[in-house]
């Protein structure tokens, strides 16, 4: 009886005591539970893979190829991927081989001269965005180079970071008018609205210079993959709910292409607040940016659920939650 009075003693003290922080524990444990529900990856299966496959001229090719989508987080995904000390990007952040076919590094061997020794490293990867621009034919330049060079298309993994285009469109005027100068002194006087509108009702992409629009016609572009490379894996990550949660992406990412895991500490990039100022249309642009995008995201939502044999998702779950489809 005495030790259960002191028992109970024990538990009120410590519930007078640590209220501020049995409350924030309540908290985290709620937060926690919203990530490991949203992004659950206990499902994700590794990855067969022959290094000596991607060994070519002494040189380690990349067996990972992340293909965008620009303004979707692939520089988020680009610092986790650095996290592993056992994979490599090359000498450049982005490569662009397979979508500037002007390019001098359209040679195979300029472009493997780019990747380490490959007694140095596990796996090498591409990161450029690039690679999903609709303007290119970068999906069939990608697998020439693999049968060129005899790699197994069934060891390739394809990494595409994705993000519904109401949300995308924000990051790209922001990208347009406070990094890029190189657009005509007359677009910077658009707001956000008139902004929008100018890419939603343009007919070509010739005076879409940076393929803001069709950057956004995922079913388009990813059927392209598909058709190319059908016995490839796909991974997709809906990076709103990856930006906080990415841990479990490092996680996935560990078991799939079985290496040591490591544990991100912090928040490896964060995008600076979209710069789309309080404006009265501010509701009715994205409303009709939802519009205009429903067809070519049903589209790829389709894709993905025909194709999930050789597609996996982070999160596993709800992927298209946000996207009010």
Known sequence: MRKVILVLMAVVVALIVGTRDRTASLAMIKVMSTDKEQLDISNMPPLNYTKAAFCKRGRLSPSILVI??????TTTLQGILEKFSTIHSGKEKEHHMFDHPESEKRNDINYLEQFPL????????????????????????????????????????????????????????????????NFPPAWRKFNYSDWVRHHLHIETNKTDRMQVKSRGYYGKIFKSYFKEFPQSTFLFIESTKAFSSQQPIADALSKMLGL?????????????????????????????????????????????????????????????????L
Not at 68 to 73: A, M, N, P, R
Not at 274 to 298: C, G, I, N
């Open 118 to 181: 490959c007694k140095t490293y596990k796996r090498s990867f591409d990161n450029t965005p690039n690679y999903t621009n609709p303007e290119t034919i970068s999906a069939t330049r990608i697998k020439e180079y693999a049968i060129r060079n005899n790699m197994p298309l069934d060891q390739i993994l394809f990494i595409a970071m994705v993000r519904p285009n109401h949300k995308r469109l924000k990051s790209a005027f922001t990208h347009e008018f406070s990094i890029n100068d």
């Open 260 to 324: 040591p895991k490591v544990t991100i500490k912090k928040i490896v990039w964060e995008y600076k607040q979209e710069s789309v100022k309080p404006e009265a249309s501010l509701e009715e642009d994205t409303r009709m940016v939802k519009e205009y995008f429903r067809p070519h995201e049903l589209e790829f939502q389709k894709l993905l659920y025909d194709n999930n044999n050789r597609v996996h998702t982070i999160p596993q779950h709800n992927f298209f939650e946000s996207w009010e």
């Open 68 to 73: 965008g989508v620009q303004k979707c987080g």
